[in-house]
């Protein structure tokens, strides 16, 4: 069979991949603690589940607007200016099938074969796939741990050309958990101001998994506002990633082509989705609160567990649920005939030797690194800290 070429542009990601070893394992009888996925361990509020069975017994069942529903888009508008203090319209606004979707649209809206999409690393898996499947071309800056992977003005203006047209990057990040501060913003900002054509795709799906304070965007700064796509959803916030929610904020000519590029391969989102979404982003934080609480006492388990790991070098993550340490002091290191030359292998050998998944950081574009999530329950997070030193301790 002769596939399009596009296939073989993209790979798998590795996040995914894990995750199937992770259940063929358990499969055959072993207890593996996945330490892999980027997914809330919680249920659904119950007042989003009680406005998603409402919407199923007033039959709200049919289609709906391909840019989502007014009392939708009407909801976001409100959420942008009471968190973000973001001002736009109902027009300017397009709710999708996932933040992922939003970026997607935006992508094939903004950039043309041979365009150039600068990418901060480490970065969300799915963004040098998602470039290279519409053609366009990837540029990386590479960050190390020891600023905190993040990117400084000079860097962001090294690698401008006159191919440039989006740079995109999410803050808090995936899989980094660092958060760029208004200071540090404002600094990119100024680099953007002398490069007008070029566009700004700001994923903050981890809005609200902060633990240092206000969440700051980048639409915030009037001088490029018209330039910013602000990238966001439901699922993390709201342990909702089954509903498949996501929403987009930028100026209307961006919104109208994403629409329409939407209208042609998926329409509007679920209906009841929608109305779920409604009742999120209008009622009550509480039980969203409760979960950001139990991820930051999370955290300390995990990172005190990172302490006592001979040679790895970590970050200070403030955001979303992951850490992302450097482990490449091990490269080269062997036990019972396995030799672990990459963070891959590294990766491979704790899932059959301490039976706890993770994943590669040649995944985010950091090939010395593992993305280690604890969206997990802290017993559990014990445990496969434990598991994970025994295992180091035999590599020699």
Not at 17 to 40: C, F, T, W
Not at 226 to 251: E, F, P
Not at 373 to 391: F, G, N, T
Request: with cysteine; glycine share 4%.
């Amino acid at each position: 069979m002769k596939l399009a070429e596009r296939v073989n542009y993209i790979t798998e990601p590795q996040t995914i991949a894990m995750a199937k070893l992770s259940r063929e394992l358990i499969a055959q009888g072993h207890d593996v603690i996945s330490l892999s996925l980027g997914e809330p361990d919680f249920f659904t509020p119950q007042h989003v589940k009680d406005a998603a069975k409402q919407a199923i017994e007033d039959n709200f069942s049919f289609y709906t607007p391909v840019a989502g529903t007014l009392e939708l888009r009407e909801a976001v508008v409100a959420k942008l200016k009471r968190e973000n203090n973001l001002t736009y319209t109902p027009d300017q606004i397009l709710i999708s099938t996932g933040a992922k979707q939003c970026i997607m649209n935006t992508l094939m809206a903004l950039v043309n074969k041979g365009d150039e999409v600068i990418i901060p690393t480490p970065y969300w898996v799915s963004y040098s796939d998602m470039t290279k499947l519409i053609e366009g071309v990837p540029v990386f800056i590479n960050t190390t741990v020891e600023q905190q992977y993040k990117i400084t003005a000079a860097q962001l203006e090294a690698v401008i050309s006159t191919r440039s047209k989006v740079f995109l990057f999410s803050s808090p990040c995936n899989p980094t958990g660092s958060i760029y501060t208004k200071q540090e913003l404002e600094s990119l900002v100024a680099v953007f101001e002398k490069h007008p054509d070029i566009y700004i795709i700001s994923d903050e799906i981890y809005e609200f998994i902060n633990f240092i304070g206000k969440h700051e965007s980048i639409a915030q700064f009037e001088s490029i506002k018209d330039r910013v796509i602000t990238i966001n959803g439901l699922s993390k916030a709201y342990a909702m990633t089954g509903w498949r929610l996501g929403y987009l904020a930028a100026h209307p000519t961006i919104t109208k082509a994403c629409e329409k590029i939407q209208s042609q391969y998926t329409s509007g989102t679920s209906s009841i989705s929608q109305k779920a979404a409604v009742a999120a982003l209008n009622g009550t934080m509480e039980p969203s609160k409760a979960m950001i609480a139990a991820f930051k006492q999370r955290q300390g388990i995990i990172l005190n567990a990172v302490k006592d790991m001979p040679h790895w070098k970590c970050n200070n993550p403030v955001g979303a649920f992951y850490i992302f340490p450097d482990i490449s002091y091990y490269f080269g290191k062997s036990h019972n005939g396995t030799t672990i030359h990459t963070a891959t292998d590294f990766c491979m050998y704790m899932l059959h030797n301490a039976h706890v998944s993770m994943v590669t950081g040649e995944a985010f574009g950091a090939p010395n690194c593992i993305r280690i999530s604890y969206a997990i329950e802290d017993s559990k997070i014990i445990e496969a800290m434990r598991r994970v030193k025994l295992a180091l301790e035999k590599l020699v």
